[in-house]
């Protein structure tokens, strides 16, 4: 049980950063929202959108919290490492970002280190 705790802080945290990138490209991109900084603030911390990262952030550190309650921190923490390999992954497949060979090796490496620490 308390690794799907780890598992969905790893998922929260990763929507929520996948979310703002998407956001933030669209309300504030080349072609995004002018004029000053504050209206620029503003309108992001309006967004729907962002405010349901900001939920997210909250939301996983309760699941984290959750998780540490039965699970030593040195052995919960690698996975979250999880969220950088999802993350790279993912911008490639939703955000058109590019997958270099880097880092489909570090992917790898990051994979291959939580399986060493999860034996």
């Known amino acids: 049980m308390a690794i799907s705790y780890v598992l969905s802080t790893v998922a ?5 950063q996948l979310a703002f990138k998407w956001r933030i490209d669209l ?3 080349p072609d995004g929202l002018t004029g000053s900084r504050v209206s ?3 309108h992001v911390a309006t ?12 939301a996983a550190a309760i ?37 270099t ?7 790898a490496l990051i994979a291959a280190g939580i399986a060493v620490v999860a034996l």
């Open 101 to 107: 060979a880097a880092k489909v090796i570090g992917v």
């Open 47 to 58: 967004d729907p959108w962002v405010i349901s990262t900001i939920l997210a952030s909250g």
């Open 63 to 99: 699941t984290w919290g959750a998780a540490l309650t039965t699970l030593e921190l040195s052995f919960a923490y690698p996975f979250m490492a999880l969220s950088f390999a999802l993350v790279v992954v993912l911008s490639a497949l939703l955000l058109g970002e590019p997958l």
């Open 27 to 29: 309300l504030l991109g």
């Open 12 to 16: 929260l945290t990763v929507y929520g």
């Open 40 to 42: 620029q603030v503003l």
